[in-house]
């Protein structure tokens, strides 16, 4: 069975039942919950949106009020069309084993394709094992795009940036959003202070905010969850009462700015300076792209239900509340003062304030959790260096925290707050950043229509022409404003994209490296069962990135020390590109040679979103597949022989569950039951060593009990781990730029980066690194 395809299959078979069947009831608490984990970014937008689209001189409030229903017009459709349609209506189906964004976008398009650049990437063998899990059987038809893709490398290779590219800006977004959304909710200050005063205070509250926000990031999301949805619900009833309240006392004929008529006399009457204010309005779909990202955290028909009944048609009479105000409204000395607050009722101004800035608050957490939920993807598979990963959720794996990205985001947001100072040059930064992320999301998404979906080429022709066509008039207005503070986003993007080029570049050359330099099997088998080396007791687990073949590190060992292990364990651990991999399909186990050599070859595989177990859970795991591989290979090949070859996938079976094996602890009390609670405050935290024994009632014969046996006497006496410490060097000849990204600047982010989550996780007494240097 192929790595990547068994992965997939669980993946699809376990994760796209995970919402199928579930009761109204629980579709509506799911909905609930999604307001303040998905739509607290989108719902801060009308703190900000008027004020951007009239910041500077592009459009000016004139009597006529062509320009602010010229502009709520565009607002309506713009959120009908992108977010509801797009988004809500569309895009959302697009999940990744119930998983979105644009990696999982970019993910779901390689596991269907043979354009994979990741090593242990998916293949489209994954789409037929998913039709057999499925219950659906034959072959697809191969599309004419489908073949050009998996023909031509440089597609695949532009394939992969142009995700890293709506990667990166979603990570600029992660430093823009905060911003934009607290700087925006302290902005009422103006007019709840005397003049001149909120000049001094604005600044200081804002990044006293944001670092509380950053600082507090560590407890996780789930320890205020609670907290979030009710924020939020008050949050849409209070504007859309206000904006109810407006349109009936100030222009109850608002409503009629809604016909598209209106953008046509808007753009007609202001002309470049009303294509220029684009880049404000098109913040009314900012959060959007976190919707679709924190899709893995909801179901697909809470979240439609949540926009749909309560989000959308707060934002509409919102902005039509605002648009009612201001269209009443001439005497205002500039269009800084177009505003959310100005809209406001003086006597609600300091509720709504605090209101607004805890709503600000919720909307920058989802985004920043978005943030890290994105980089542990680009991590996983290969894209990004190693960063620790905390989960600061037992139940829900998406809740994590990187403390290496978290204060670095902090450090960007005040950076930006602190160097910008107002709204106009922060909001022209992000929205340039949002809509790059939905031109990307709207070209992979069309791929996958004809790819995954298997619609016609005309149905994705069609979505990208419409879509795409009001996206990129939307960049435009948004690129012009360069010096005006939309560099910032670029800047971020090619500093995070050069990050990720440069270590996928390198972690591919390694990679390439150690499948040129393994050693033969053959070579191996003809040492004899003693391997031409002293065998001691215990197991040694040679951890490798190979799938077949042994690897360099273990031959470059031998021959310095010729010694090792009773039992060795090959151990690859790989991340396919699927959200998780179910834990009856995470090992694959093979024997290398006849079984008196007693070498074993283990896959284990992890989805980007899995949670890697500690060492003891781990080794408990380990060694309890082998012993059922042993087991269950006994039943059906009574010679003892499995020859390992090149294409380990044949030979290789997913163990489904382990041999059961009893556990002896001496740390325990023999008093204590094992099936009484004790409370874990009166247990002292020892490391406890555990000792397997094999249960008398297994039915296994006397050649399997023997190796059975072996396998569990080398667990109790002992395991080591023997990790590969290998150092990149460009070869002699090499081109100038390639010997500084290998010889620098690749082995800078390797000595400044975490290694392997499994490594982090092996006790550092049983472990030997063997160091080798890799000229690439």
Same mark, same amino acid.
């Given at each position: 069975?192929?790595?990547?395809?068994?992965?997939?299959?669980?993946?699809?078979?376990?994760?796209?039942?995970? /919402?199928?069947?579930?009761?109204?009831?629980?579709?509506?608490?799911?909905?609930?919950?999604?307001?303040?984990?998905?739509?607290?970014?989108?719902?801060?937008?009308?703190?900000?949106?008027y004020?951007?689209?009239?910041?500077?001189?592009?459009?000016?409030?004139?009597?006529?009020?062509?320009?602010?229903?010229?502009?709520?017009?565009?607002?309506? /459709?713009?959120?009908?069309?992108?977010?509801?349609?797009?988004?809500?209506?569309?895009?959302?189906?697009?999940?990744d084993?119930?998983?979105?964004?644009?990696?999982?976008?970019?993910?779901?398009?390689?596991?269907?394709?043979?354009?994979?650049?990741?090593?242990?990437?998916?293949?489209?063998?994954?789409?037929?094992?998913?039709?057999?899990?499925?219950?659906? #059987?034959?072959?697809?038809?191969?599309?004419?795009?489908?073949? *050009?893709?998996? !023909?031509?490398?440089?597609?695949? $290779?532009?394939?992969?940036?142009?995700?890293?590219?709506?990667?990166?800006?979603?990570?600029?977004?992660?430093?823009?959003?905060?911003? &934009?959304?607290?700087?925006?909710?302290?902005?009422?200050?103006?007019?709840?202070?005397?003049?001149?005063?909120?000049?001094y205070?604005?600044?200081?509250?804002?990044?006293?905010?944001?670092?509380?926000?950053f600082?507090l990031?560590?407890?996780?999301?789930h320890?205020?969850?609670?907290?979030?949805?009710?924020?939020?619900? @008050?949050?849409?009833?209070?504007?859309?009462?206000?904006?109810?309240?407006? @349109?009936?006392?100030?222009?109850?004929?608002?409503?009629?700015?809604?016909s598209?008529?209106?953008?046509?006399?808007?753009? =007609?009457?202001?002309?470049?300076?009303?294509?220029?204010s684009?880049?404000?309005?098109?913040?009314? *779909?900012?959060?959007?792209?976190?919707m679709?990202a924190?899709?893995?955290?909801?179901?697909?028909?809470?979240?439609?239900?949540?926009?749909?009944?309560?989000?959308?048609?707060?934002?509409?009479?919102?902005?039509?509340?605002?648009?009612?105000?201001?269209?009443?409204?001439?005497?205002?000395?500039?269009?800084?003062?177009?505003?959310?607050? &100005?809209?406001?009722?003086?006597?609600?101004?300091?509720?709504?304030?605090v209101?607004?800035?805890?709503?600000?608050?919720v909307?920058?957490?989802?985004?920043?959790?978005?943030?890290?939920?994105?980089?542990?993807?680009?991590?996983?598979?290969?894209?990004f260096?190693? %960063?620790?990963?905390? #989960?600061?959720?037992?139940?829900?794996?998406?809740?994590?925290?990187?403390?290496?990205?978290? /204060?670095?985001?902090?450090?960007?947001?005040?950076?930006?707050?602190?160097?910008? $100072?107002?709204?106009?040059?922060?909001?022209?930064?992000?929205?340039?950043?949002?809509?790059?992320?939905?031109?990307?999301t709207?070209?992979?998404?069309?791929?996958?229509?004809?790819?995954?979906?298997?619609?016609?080429?005309?149905?994705?022709?069609?979505?990208?022409?419409?879509?795409?066509?009001?996206?990129?008039?939307?960049?435009?207005?948004?690129? %012009?404003?360069?010096?005006?503070?939309?560099? %910032?986003?670029?800047?971020l993007?090619?500093?995070?994209?050069?990050?990720?080029?440069? /270590?996928?570049?390198g972690? @591919?050359?390694k990679?390439?490296?150690?499948?040129?330099? !393994? %050693?033969?099997v053959?070579?191996?088998?003809?040492?004899?069962?003693?391997?031409?080396?002293?065998?001691? $007791?215990?197991i040694?687990?040679?951890?490798?990135?190979?799938?077949?073949?042994?690897?360099?590190?273990?031959s470059?060992?031998?021959?310095?020390?010729?010694?090792?292990?009773?039992?060795?364990?090959?151990?690859? &651990?790989?991340?396919?590109?699927?959200?998780?991999v179910?834990?009856?399909?995470?090992?694959?186990?093979?024997?290398?040679?006849? =079984?008196?050599?007693?070498?074993?070859?283990?896959?284990?595989?992890?989805?980007?979103?899995?949670?890697?177990?500690?060492?003891?859970e781990?080794?408990?795991?380990?060694?309890?597949?082998?012993?059922?591989? @042993?087991?269950?290979?006994?039943?059906y090949?009574?010679n003892?022989? &499995?020859?390992?070859?090149?294409?380990?996938?044949?030979?290789?079976s997913?163990?489904?569950?382990?041999?059961?094996?009893?556990?002896?602890?001496?740390?325990?009390?023999?008093?204590?039951?094992?099936? !009484?609670?004790?409370?874990?405050?009166?247990?002292?935290?020892?490391?406890?060593?555990?000792?397997?024994?094999?249960?008398?009632?297994?039915?296994?014969?006397?050649e399997?009990?023997?190796?059975?046996?072996?396998?569990?006497?080398?667990?109790?006496?002992?395991?080591?781990?023997?990790l590969?410490?290998?150092?990149? =060097?460009?070869?002699?000849?090499?081109?100038?730029?390639? $010997?500084i990204?290998?010889?620098?600047?690749?082995?800078?982010?390797?000595?400044?980066?975490?290694?392997?989550?499994?490594?982090?996780?092996?006790?550092?007494?049983?472990?030997?690194?063997?160091?080798? *240097?890799?000229? *690439?």
């Open positions: 069975m192929d790595l990547e395809a068994a992965g997939g299959a669980a993946a699809a078979a376990g994760h796209g039942k995970r /919402w199928r069947g579930e009761s109204w009831r629980a579709t509506l608490l799911l909905a609930y919950q999604s307001l303040g984990v998905v739509y607290g970014d989108v719902a801060t937008s009308p703190l900000y949106v004020k951007s689209a009239f910041a500077g001189d592009d459009i000016q409030h004139s009597a006529g009020n062509e320009e602010i229903y010229g502009v709520l017009s565009f607002v309506f /459709w713009t959120l009908t069309l992108i977010t509801l349609l797009k988004y809500v209506l569309i895009v959302l189906r697009a999940d084993g119930g998983e979105g964004g644009t990696f999982a976008l970019y993910s779901l398009i390689c596991r269907h394709v043979r354009a994979g650049l990741l090593p242990g990437g998916g293949t489209r063998d994954e789409l037929m094992e998913e039709d057999k899990a499925m219950g659906r #059987h034959g072959e697809r038809p191969v599309s004419r795009v489908r073949a *050009v893709l998996e !023909k031509y490398r440089v597609l695949q $290779r532009l394939l992969l940036l142009f995700a890293l590219l709506g990667t990166c800006m979603v990570i600029g977004d992660g430093v823009l959003t905060p911003a &934009v959304s607290v700087f925006s909710a302290v902005s009422g200050l103006e007019l709840s202070m005397e003049k001149e005063q909120h000049k205070i604005e600044l200081p509250v804002a990044c006293a905010i944001l670092v509380c926000l600082a990031q560590h407890y996780g999301t320890k205020v969850g609670f907290l979030f949805a009710p924020i939020v619900c @008050i949050w849409l009833l209070c504007i859309s009462a206000i904006g109810l309240y407006n @349109i009936i006392h100030w222009d109850h004929r608002v409503y009629r700015a809604l598209p008529y209106y953008m046509y006399q808007f753009l =007609k009457k202001t002309q470049t300076g009303g294509w220029m684009l880049g404000g309005i098109l913040l009314c *779909v900012t959060g959007s792209e976190a679709y924190d899709l893995g955290h909801f179901s697909q028909s809470s979240i439609q239900i949540a926009f749909i009944s309560v989000v959308y048609p707060a934002l509409v009479l919102a902005y039509m509340g605002q648009a009612a105000f201001i269209s009443q409204h001439h005497n205002f000395e500039s269009s800084y003062h177009i505003g959310f607050y &100005v809209s406001v009722p003086e006597s609600l101004r300091w509720p709504v304030l209101i607004a800035i805890l709503a600000a608050v909307g920058s957490q989802a985004i920043i959790t978005g943030t890290f939920s994105i980089i542990k993807q680009c991590s996983s598979l290969s894209c260096p190693g %960063v620790k990963i905390v #989960h600061t959720s037992s139940t829900v794996h998406g809740q994590i925290y990187i403390p290496e990205i978290n /204060w670095m985001l902090m450090v960007l947001c005040l950076a930006v707050t602190i160097g910008f $100072r107002d709204t106009k040059h922060l909001a022209n930064a992000q929205g340039l950043a949002v809509i790059t992320v939905m031109l990307v709207t070209c992979l998404m069309s791929l996958v229509i004809v790819l995954c979906w298997n619609k016609s080429i005309f149905l994705a022709l069609v979505f990208l022409l419409f879509f795409g066509t009001i996206e990129v008039l939307y960049f435009s207005a948004s690129l %012009v404003k360069f010096h005006e503070g939309a560099w %910032v986003p670029i800047t993007s090619f500093i995070f994209m050069v990050v990720m080029c440069v /270590w996928h570049y972690t @591919i050359k990679y390439e490296f150690d499948v040129q330099n !393994k %050693v033969s053959n070579w191996l088998l003809n040492l004899g069962p003693s391997l031409g080396i002293v065998r001691v $007791r215990g040694g687990l040679i951890h490798t990135e190979l799938m077949s073949g042994i690897p360099a590190i273990f470059h060992f031998v021959t310095n020390l010729p010694a090792f292990h009773q039992v060795l364990v090959f151990l690859c &651990v790989k991340s396919v590109p699927v959200p998780h179910q834990p009856e399909e995470r090992f694959l186990v093979g024997r290398i040679g006849p =079984k008196e050599y007693r070498l074993y070859r283990v896959i284990v595989r992890y989805g980007y979103r899995d949670v890697q177990k500690d060492d003891l781990f080794e408990k795991e380990l060694v309890s597949n082998i012993a059922e591989f @042993i087991r269950s290979i006994g039943e090949d009574k003892g022989f &499995v020859e390992d070859t090149d294409k380990p996938s044949e030979k290789l997913p163990v489904s569950t382990g041999i059961p094996l009893w556990e002896e602890d001496g740390d325990l009390d023999a008093s204590v039951s094992p099936h !009484k609670e004790v409370d874990p405050q009166n247990i002292a935290p020892k490391r406890k060593k555990a000792r397997f024994m094999i249960p008398k009632s297994a039915q296994v014969d006397s399997v009990r023997r190796e059975l046996q072996e396998l569990m006497d080398a667990r109790e006496a002992g395991m080591s781990f023997i590969g410490h290998s150092y990149m =060097k460009a070869k002699s000849g090499s081109s100038f730029i390639k $010997r990204v290998i010889n620098f600047f690749y082995e800078f982010l390797r000595k400044n980066s975490r290694g392997p989550a499994y490594a982090a996780n092996i006790p550092h007494a049983s472990t030997l690194e063997v160091g080798m *240097v890799y000229q *690439v």
